[in-house]
């Protein structure tokens, strides 16, 4: 965390959204990728956690679990899972 970055220097590999939620799948050169999640609140996105690194086919239910968990929506948990697994 205390690494800094220019903006440029970080690459959005996809934004997904449903509903009030949103992800950011996002590359650093100081960092593994990561997904960003987001939660719209009286219309400000709020932070809510972030998921790093790599997975495989075979971890998609967990990580579908692990997005609800937060309180992302299945579908956007579901989209989610499938891009970091690529």
Same mark, same amino acid.
């Given at each position: 965390?205390?690494?800094? =970055?220019?903006? #440029? +220097? =970080?690459?959005?590999?996809?934004?997904?959204?449903? !509903?009030?939620?949103? &992800? #950011?799948? =996002? /590359?650093?050169?100081? /960092?593994?990728? !990561? $997904?960003?999640?987001?939660?719209? $609140?009286?219309?400000?996105?709020?932070? +809510?956690? $972030?998921?790093?690194?790599? #997975?495989?086919?075979?971890?998609?239910?967990? *990580? =579908?679990?692990? &997005?609800?968990? *937060?309180? &992302?929506?299945?579908? *956007? #948990?579901?989209?989610? &899972? %499938?891009?970091?697994? %690529?």
């Amino acid at each position: 965390m205390d690494n800094k =970055v220019k903006p #440029a +220097r =970080v690459k959005f590999i996809t934004i997904m959204e449903n !509903g009030n939620w949103s &992800a #950011a799948y =996002v /590359s650093t050169p100081v /960092s593994d990728d !990561g $997904v960003m999640f987001f939660q719209t $609140v009286d219309g400000k996105k709020q932070f +809510r956690d $972030v998921w790093g690194g790599y #997975a495989e086919p075979s971890e998609k239910p967990e *990580l =579908v679990s692990w &997005a609800k968990k *937060l309180g &992302a929506p299945q579908d *956007l #948990a579901k989209c989610f &899972a %499938e891009q970091v697994t %690529e």
